[in-house]
Each structure stands twice: as C-alpha cells, then as structure tokens.
C-alpha cells in the first residue's frame, strides 16, 4: 500500500506504511510533545479504527519525546491482548527513557 506522510506544525512527520490488513509501520522524525502528540494520536486512532494490531514504531527519527508521547504508544497496549507494538531503532536517549520509565517491558524495543 501506499505511504501516507502527515505533518504537524512543528514539523512532527509520520509516514505510515499499511503492510496488510493487521500491521503498520510508523516512521516518526521530530519531536513527540504536548504541541506535536495530537498528530500522532490522530494516526494511531485511525490505524486502530481500520483493524490494524500489530505496530511497527521506526523510532531512529524521534529526536525528543516526552510523556505524552509516550502516554500515546501505551495507550495502543491497552486496547487488548492481539494489539503489539514494537519501537525499533530507538535513539540513545529515546532508549534510555523508555528503559527508565520501564516501558521497555511493555513495549518491545528492537
């Protein structure tokens, strides 16, 4: 399927990549914040609504993200048991939180 690129003001880009009827990839470059997290919310709630379950999160791109951002990746474990979601190539940084607010135990991290 085709890629769909949305952008948010503050330059937040998040190419989704539909692989089949249950998965999806997100690219996501910029910050993750309180000003750019609706976008993303937005994306999530779509992919959610057309079926998809399993999330591939491109994280190589996230310069910043801060609890909001990671509220929003979550929220998508606790829409049931068959939704996975998996950060690959997180930054340093981006690692480092998701290890220090232990979501690297909920999230699996590639």
């Known amino acids: 399927m085709p890629e769909d690129s949305h952008r948010d003001r503050r330059e937040l880009e998040i190419v ?3 692989r089949d009827d ?11 914040d309180v ?3 609706q976008s993303l919310e ?9 079926g998809i379950r ?3 999160i491109d994280a190589a791109g996230i310069a910043f993200i801060d609890s909001t951002g ?6 998508l474990t606790r829409f049931g048991r068959d939704v996975e979601v998996v950060v690959q ?3 340093r940084a981006v690692r480092h939180l998701l290890e220090v607010t232990c979501l690297d135990s909920v999230l699996q991290l590639e």
């Open 42 to 50: 937005d994306v999530l709630s779509r992919l959610l609504r057309s």
């Open 16 to 18: 989704v990549d539909v």
């Open 89 to 91: 190539s997180p930054t």
């Open 70 to 75: 990671l509220r929003s990746l979550l929220t």
């Open 22 to 32: 249950a998965s999806a990839r997100l690219r996501i470059v910029g910050e993750v």
């Open 35 to 37: 000003v750019t997290v």
């Open 54 to 56: 399993h999330f591939s």
